[in-house]
């Protein structure tokens, strides 16, 4: 039987290696992957290219409600158009129900946001921030039958902060039905201390952000958060890991034989709290939480990466404007670094910045690129075998990447709605040139090509790997 689309002579990461080989496309799924595969109505010659797996972003924040005046940079269009153009194929948001409405009334919003917008699939986690009965004992065991199969919980943030009872009992939900448990790991009383004490002594401008939220912060609530899922007796994800600590305590857990899985981000490994520190506002650019660290955490992070202590590589795209009274130009933001809206954009840059830095410098292999940008997210979150490999059988949700392509970050080349980058200037080698969404080129050479065809995944119960 003829295919309807052949890449051919590409090099192409499937598991855990790298062959020489054409892909066959049927229906949009892959149908063979050899030689000679015969004819097909259309062929894309990839000679000199890599094929991956399409990339899946378990982390973005779309179109979240971020308080009263403020407004996130990206709709599900913008942010999946960004998304599509740096490589991927599927994103995952997560839902947070405005003030006053229940979870499922959140889930319902996010459809109606999403539907018909998205130039790639994707799916929803929850973000449970009310512990009473409808959501715990109605809403989520509900929505996790329905697909939703993750739960982010925060130990941080006023309004979102759980306590350790309200974690355990969200924890024990979680248990009963196999869900991921994600958590955004920082001690809430600590920062709120260290603010009160940052600007009682007058010390507010932005970089003050990354200093009131220092690495014990960060390591004392992953150690919290792990202890806690084992007293549940629930495996867990740690959310946007940025420093050595922090994943210490992951792997000492790992090593007594806890399932506890990590993420890490793009800003972990190239910004620092020094960039909080540029002259006069440009700082709030870089107010993300936890906050970039300094080269010492970011090289602990690369030797995280290097041994296989991250599962999970994400861009905690959550994207602000800069020059807007409804971004990080908030009011009060330049009064006091608390204001500042806290996130930058990074979902169109994350693939290529791994790979620039890593694959192209020899810190990792493709194979492992694939997994932590790809492979890992499909399964942990219940997308597999449909996602994250280029697999018979499986979406044919493929990027095709030139190794040789050298050039800049540059926010002017960029599709997000926000009106900055964090990585102006940034140097990147290895550039995503097309991105197929179950077959059909979704963008090329950083354009959108055709309608928003994305679909929405619902996904099965998480497979929980180690
Ligand atoms: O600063 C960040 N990361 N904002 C997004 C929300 C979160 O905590 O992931
Ligand atoms: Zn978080
Ligand atoms: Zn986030
Ligand atoms: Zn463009």
Redesign the pocket.
Known sequence: MSHDLIIKGGRVVTGAEVVNCDIGIRAGRIATLGHDLGDATEVIDATGLIALPGGIDS?V?IA?PSGPGIEMADDFASATRSAACGGNTTVMP?CLPEDGATLRQAVNAYHAKANGQCHIDVSFHLIIKDTDSQTLGQDLPALFEAGYTSF?V?M??AGLALSDREILDVMDVAKAHNAMVMV?AENEDAIEFLRDKAEEAGNTGPVNHARTRPVPAEREATHRAISLAEIAGVPLTI??VSNGPALEEITRARRRGAKVFAETCPQYITLTADDLDRAGFEGAKY????PPRDTAEQTAIWAGLEQGDFDLFSS?H?PFRFADTAGKDAPGARATFRNIP???PGVETRLPILFSEGVMKGRITLPRFAAITATNHARLYGLAPRKGAIAVGADADITLWDPTLTKPIRQADLHHGSDYTPWEGFNVTGWPVRTLLRGKTVAKEGEIVGAATGDYLSRSAPEFLL
Request: aromatic content about 16%; hydrophobic content about 25%.
């Open positions: 982390h924040h979240q997560f982010k925060f941080t943030y955004h959310v946007h107010v993300c939480s936890p905690d959550c806290n996130g930058i």
